[in-house]
């Protein structure tokens, strides 16, 4: 019974390691160039990808300094975020 239980252990100690968070919400700090910043970060147009959903709210000025925005985080492999994705605005 205890190996079953140090394995239960093992399995949630790799899964916690493992996980990575993918969507976060942004703040627009400038529309053109684009710049977003999460998490202590400020992201510059050439690591933002957007979707096709945002490039419309963006050119059709929907999309403004101050907004939030959900973005999913692009990793490399020792975890660091490489790039993101702008996905959608939120609307409270």
């Given at each position: 019974?205890?190996?079953i239980n140090d394995l239960i252990r093992?399995?949630?100690?790799?899964?916690?390691?493992?996980?990575?968070?993918?969507?976060?919400?942004?703040?627009?700090?400038?529309?053109?160039p684009l710049r977003l910043a999460f998490?202590?970060?400020?992201?510059?147009?050439?690591?933002?990808?957007?979707?096709?959903?945002?490039?419309?709210?963006?050119?059709?000025?929907?999309?403004?300094?101050?907004?939030?925005?959900?973005?999913?985080?692009?990793?490399?492999?020792?975890?660091?975020?490489?790039?993101?994705?702008?996905?959608?605005?939120?609307?409270?």
């Open positions: 019974m205890s190996s093992l399995i949630r100690r790799i899964s916690k390691e493992e996980f990575r968070p993918s969507f976060f919400y942004a703040e627009i700090t400038n529309i053109s998490n202590g970060l400020e992201l510059i147009s050439e690591q933002i990808m957007l979707t096709n959903t945002a490039k419309t709210l963006i050119t059709s000025n929907n999309m403004l300094k101050g907004d939030t925005v959900l973005i999913k985080a692009n990793y490399e492999d020792d975890n660091s975020i490489y790039s993101v994705l702008l996905v959608d605005k939120v609307v409270k």
